[in-house]
């Protein structure tokens, strides 16, 4: 009987071991629970204490679907102590769907808030929208609220001022300030600052094209800015134009006498050419009647060598007597001295008729 009571004391209890094993597994969840959550109750308790609205899961939620806690507990404190809230459409979703959008959550908070302070309409789809269209929507929001003056022409473009020519041909070099406003129902999709900028050059031009002499324009600058104003050239664009400041007007070149200056020489080329057209025409005409004359002259010998030989067929026939011969000679030397005492030239004495044998 001793033996089996000594087996029984000595034999080894597996009770209390596997309740202790349970214990120490239970305290390193409970501890590693512990360490999980306290990452996320620091801002637990700024959200508690603001009154965020943001429980400890949505934490661990935000985790898992791989939004930065951070960004979005820290944005809707914001929102909420500056008055917004969820009524506002500034939520916890609203703002994890925004961060997983590729929205910066923070810039559009900020936007609401400046909104809100100035009293400007602004939603939060609206804000988010403008947001995810690639627009600095706070920035747009400053604008609104202070408005923005835009250089025209813009420096950087490399061109430093506007040109334009009046009905008299002068030119006028003008320099402009566009003051805007942003308008933020038609910021996203409206044009911006280059739209406005090539608009408000077009109608400077068109203005002082439109005036008879640009001494009307130095006169009365804001002639050109009323007149641009009228236009409407915002429309279609993410910008009010409030005002259009002409800042210097000088006096260019006399573009109409240097256009007068070109086309003048332009006709005299033409007319140059024409008159070489007409020289050289006349130079070929005068060739072509030089051979006339050459061909003429052949034909007039050619009549001449024949009247010989007529004269002594005619002495043959009978039909010119000796008398008429020697009459014909006297004449045809009477002829001869003429021409030489006029001047005319050394007259070459031609045999008309052979002597009768």
Known sequence: MSAPLFAQVNAPSTAPTLFYLLIILIGVIVLLLCIFLAKYFNLWIQAKMTQANVSI????????????PNIIVRSK?????????EKDGVTTRALEAHFLAGGNVPNVV??????????????????????LAGRNVLEAVQTSVNPKVIPCPDPTQG????????KNGIQLKVKAKVTVRTNLDRLVGGATDETIIARVGEGIVNAIGSADTHEMVLERPDSISKRVLEKGLDAGTAYEILSIDIADIDVGDNIGANLQALRAEADTRVARAKAEERRAFGAAKEQEMLAH???????????EAEVPMAIAE?????NLGINDYYQLRNIQADTEMR??????????RREVAPSPQ
């Open 57 to 68: 899961w949505d934490l661990v939620g935000m985790t898992f679907r791989k939004v930065n």
């Open 77 to 85: 404190i914001m929102a909420y102590q500056s008055g917004l809230t």
């Open 110 to 131: 900020r936007a609401l808030i400046a909104a809100n302070r100035a009293d400007i309409p602004l939603s939060y789809k609206r804000a988010a929208a403008i947001d």
């Open 159 to 166: 061109r430093q001022t506007i040109d334009g020519v009046a």
């Open 293 to 303: 004359v050459q061909e003429n002259r052949a034909k007039v010998v050619a009549a």
């Open 314 to 318: 005619a002495f043959r026939k009978g």
């Open 339 to 348: 021409s030489s005492i006029a001047g005319t030239g050394n007259a070459v």
